[in-house]
């Protein structure tokens, strides 16, 4: 059973640029939730997608946008990247109220 | 609003020996979890252990356990028998409320935990 599958794994982009970072949840799981884990600190709450909307949202620009497909994979988009954005990018699936599972995550480098 | 405190920014613990790591949340909500998540270098998040705000019994997986002491608001978990492949960053993450369906975590700082010979 595959689990949560993240990509690409690194990724370089140049400020001002745009970047899709793609997400398949684990088997059975219906809810994609993104964090931002930047060098050295805990992850922190993008947003969150179930039946191909946003539920919610962490206290994040309007640069970072997302969607959910019908077979409940998701893609992560930013916009004009900034340096600030350089960080390491994780998804998260789940079912119901049980615990969310993790992928290997998107290292991402704004240069 | 919800927030996790982890004090210990690195520990050392020798192999076979048992080591906390130590988390304190603040919430207003009567109804939350309480997770811990370690983190590889590979940084992949791997879940450990949960433990729900009416569990009256502390949660306990494998070599893992959570001391819940609710009217301190801490949830350290407990390490027994180190073993070299326990050496990561490991993360206490609280989700509030419970609607059935999961929402977001609010992460600590994280503990880097190194295991000696």
């Known amino acids: 059973d595959a689990g949560v599958t993240q990509s690409p794994t690194h990724l370089i982009k140049t400020r001002g640029q745009q970047v899709t970072l793609r997400c398949s949840p684990k088997s059975g799981h219906d809810t994609v939730s993104w964090y931002q884990q930047a060098l050295g600190q805990g992850p922190q709450f993008i947003f969150q997608?179930?039946?191909?909307?946003?539920?919610q949202r962490g206290n994040f620009p309007d640069r970072f946008s997302g969607h959910q497909f019908p077979n409940y994979s998701s893609e992560l988009n930013v916009n004009a990247l900034l340096l600030g954005d350089s960080a390491l990018y994780l998804c998260?699936?789940?079912?119901?109220?049980?615990?969310?599972?993790f992928g290997q995550g998107t290292r991402l480098t704004v240069v | 609003a919800q927030k996790i405190t982890q004090t210990q920014p690195g520990m050392f613990v020798q192999e076979k020996e048992a080591v906390t790591l130590d988390c304190t949340y603040d919430t207003s909500d009567q109804s939350y979890g309480l997770f811990w998540y370690k983190q590889p270098s590979s940084g992949e998040m791997i879940f450990l252990i949960y433990q729900g705000s009416y569990d009256e019994q502390n949660a306990t997986e494998g070599r893992y356990s959570l001391n819940f002491q609710k009217a301190r608001k801490s949830a350290n978990l407990v390490i027994s028998a180190s073993q070299l492949g326990d050496s990561a960053m490991y993360f206490c993450a609280m989700r509030e409320g419970y609607s059935g369906t999961a929402s977001k975590l609010t992460f600590g700082t994280g503990t880097r935990l190194q295991v000696t010979l």
């Open positions: 998260a699936s789940s079912f119901g109220s049980a615990e969310a599972f």
């Open positions: 997608y179930y039946e191909e909307e946003e539920r």
